[in-house]
C-alpha cells in the first residue's frame, strides 16, 4: 500500500485515486480525467487493490453455453457481422429440439450452470417459442440457470405481441427466464446509436427496460461496448446513467466492458472504424470499470472473448474479478474472426492458478459452486 500511496502522489491523477481508495467514487469529471490519462498501471493499482481486498486472490468463472437460437434479425446494426435478414439462405433459427440437444449435451460433457441465449430480432417468433423453451430448460436442466434476451430482444418480443415490455418480461419470468444479459447498451448515448444501430432501442428504453426487469426481481449485467465512434464523454455518460440506476435497483450483478471488432461489419466496410482498440484500452477500461463501480455492482468480467486469455488474466490484476464464462457455442463474436480461443472449465481455471489466484466456479447468480 505505501509503494502505491507514493506513486498516487506524483501522479495528475493521484487525488482521483486516493479518494477510490478511500471508498470515494469518481465524479463524473474524474471519469473524464482517468479516461483521458494515460497513467493505467497506476489505475490498475488501485482497481486491483480495491478487488484483492475485496475477493482476495480468488477468480470466478461460469461453465456455460451461448445459445444464439436465431441470426434472423431486421435491425441491421452496422458493427454486427452476425445477423441475416429473413429469407436469406444462410440464416437459421433453432428448433425446441435442437435448443434441448444443445443444453443437454452441455449438460452432459461440462455440466454448465448458465444457458446465455440471445439472437437477432426475429419477426417470426412469438413468446411461446421463448417461453417453451425456458420452461424445457428449467424442467430438464434445474441445475442450468436462463440468463437470456437483451432489452432489446425483450422490445422486439413487446412489438409482435402488442404488449408492454414489461408484460413480456413478466410471462418470461413465469416460463424461467432467471436473468438478463447486459447486451444492447452498446454506449447508451442517442447520438453514438444513431450511428451505429439506428434502428434499435433508445438509451432511455435500454435503461427502462433493465428497470422493469430489475423491479420484477431479474437480474442483470451491464455491458459497453467502446472503441468506435463514441468519445470519452460518451463513455462518461454510459457509467453514470448505470451509477444512477444501480443506485436506485440494485439490479446489476456484474458489468463487462468489451471492445468493439470491426472485421466484417459494415462500420469497416464504411471506414468508420478500421481495428479494435487493443490491450491496454481493455486494462484502462477494466481499471476505471472498478473504480467507478467498486461497492455498488459486485462484479467486474474480464472479457477474454475478443482479448484472449493472456489479456484476461492480466485484466484480473487489474479490476475484474470474475474471468467470464466458456461460452461454449458462441457465434457472434465468432463472425468477426475475433474470438481468441474455445476454452474450457479446465483451461479458464488453469489460466487463473497461472497468475497465483483461486479459480471459483459459479452458478448464474454468482453464488460458489466449488474452489478449483
Ligand atoms: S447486434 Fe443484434 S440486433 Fe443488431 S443486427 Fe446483430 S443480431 Fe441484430
Redesign the pocket.
Known amino acids: 500500500m505505501s509503494q502505491i500511496t507514493e506513486q498516487i502522489n506524483q501522479s495528475t491523477i493521484g487525488d482521483i485515486l486516493e479518494n477510490s481508495l478511500s471508498g470515494n467514487r469518481p465524479s463524473p469529471a474524474d471519469c473524464l480525467r482517468l479516461l483521458d490519462s494515460d497513467d493505467v498501471h497506476l489505475m490498475g493499482l488501485a482497481s486491483g487493490y480495491l478487488t484483492r481486498k475485496q475477493f482476495g486472490e480468488k477468480a470466478s468463472f461460469v461453465n456455460n453455453i451461448i445459445l444464439n437460437y436465431t ?1 434472423v ?1 431486421i ?3 452496422k ?2 457481422a ?2 441475416r435478414s429473413p429469407g436469406a439462405t444462410d440464416s437459421y433459427t433453432l428448433t425446441l429440439d435442437q435448443i434441448e440437444s444443445r443444453v443437454k449435451t452441455a449438460w452432459e460433457m461440462f455440466k454448465i450452470r448458465q444457458v446465455l441465449i440471445q ?3 426475429n419477426p417470426n417468433l412469438k413468446i411461446e417459442y421463448y417461453e417453451n423453451a425456458f420452461k424445457m430448460i428449467r424442467k430438464k436442466f434445474p441445475n442450468i440457470g436462463v440468463h437470456g434476451l437483451s432489452t ?1 430482444e425483450i422490445d422486439m418480443i413487446a412489438r409482435i405481441e402488442k404488449s408492454s415490455t414489461k408484460e413480456v418480461l413478466s410471462r418470461l419470468k413465469d416460463a424461467g427466464l432467471q436473468s438478463i444479459p447486459g447486451a ?1 447498451a452498446e454506449i447508451l448515448v442517442d447520438s453514438v446509436k444513431d450511428v451505429i ?1 439506428p434502428k ?1 432501442i433508445s438509451s432511455a428504453d435500454w435503461i427502462r427496460i433493465m428497470e422493469e426487469a430489475h423491479t420484477l426481481g431479474l437480474p442483470a449485467s451491464a455491458t459497453m461496448m467502446y472503441g468506435h465512434v463514441e468519445n470519452n464523454n460518451d463513455i462518461v455518460d454510459h457509467f453514470f446513467k448505470i451509477v444512477k440506476l444501480q443506485e436506485k435497483t440494485r439490479g446489476f450483478m456484474a458489468f463487462i466492458p468489451w471492445n468493439f471488432e470491426p472485421n466484417n461489419t459494415l462500420m469497416q466496410k464504411e471506414n468508420l472504424v478500421q481495428y479494435g482498440t487493443g490491450g491496454i484500452q481493455l486494462l484502462k477500461m477494466i481499471a476505471i470499470s472498478r473504480l467507478v463501480f467498486d461497492g455498488l455492482i459486485p462484479h467486474i468480467q474480464s472479457s477474454w472473448l475478443t482479448n484472449g486469455v493472456g489479456m484476461a488474466q492480466l485484466a484480473l490484476q487489474y479490476g475484474a474479478d470474475d474471468f467470464g464464462g466458456t461460452l461454449i457455442g458462441e457465434e ?1 463474436v465468432s463472425c468477426t474472426g475475433a474470438r481468441s480461443t474455445e476454452l474450457t472449465g479446465k483451461l479458464i481455471a488453469d489460466a487463473i492458478h497461472q497468475i497465483g489466484y483461486q479459480a471459483e466456479e459459479r452458478d448464474n447468480f454468482y453464488n460458489p459452486v466449488a474452489l478449483l
Do not use: I, Q
Open positions: 441470426n434479425c435491425t441491421d446494426c458493427f454486427c452476425f445477423y439472437g437477432g430480432h432489446s444492447g444501430s434499435k457472434v
